[in-house]
């Protein structure tokens, strides 16, 4: 049992670590999706 819950913790951040790393470096999801050509009214 306190491997498993080991496991869902180590899972969580790295999760959370991946989420931070990648939008420092320029892969967040906002970026990727959004460019010069939307047009927000």
Avoid: P, S
């Avoid at 991946?18 to 320029?26: K, S």
Wanted: glycine share 8%.
């Amino acid at each position: 049992m306190k491997a498993m819950l080991a496991g869902f913790a180590l899972i969580a951040v790295i999760a959370v670590c991946a989420d931070l790393v990648l939008d420092q470096v320029g892969f967040a999801a906002d970026e990727k999706h959004a460019g010069d050509d939307v047009r927000l009214d």
